[in-house]
């Protein structure tokens, strides 16, 4: 029984390393795309841009305007 405890203590850790991993393997091309300087201003502009186009979608879905 201290063998099932033992586990279930062992998976949040599991669990976060998972998560990191899966997000380090995602993001790895893109961060090297970032390294030249072209690239990190289109990805920026780009950003910037999703970020408003939501701003503006939750804007009009909540009627704060």
């Given at each position: ?22 997000f ?22 780009i ?8 701003y ?10």
């Amino acid at each position: 029984m201290s063998n099932f405890w033992n586990n279930i203590y062992k998976f949040p850790r599991f669990l976060i390393s998972i998560m990191i991993g899966f997000f380090l393997i995602t993001f790895q091309p893109i961060f090297k795309l970032l390294k030249k300087k072209k690239n990190l201003i289109t990805f920026s502009i780009i950003l910037i841009i999703i970020v408003l186009i939501f701003y503006k979608i939750i804007l009009k879905m909540t009627g704060v305007e």
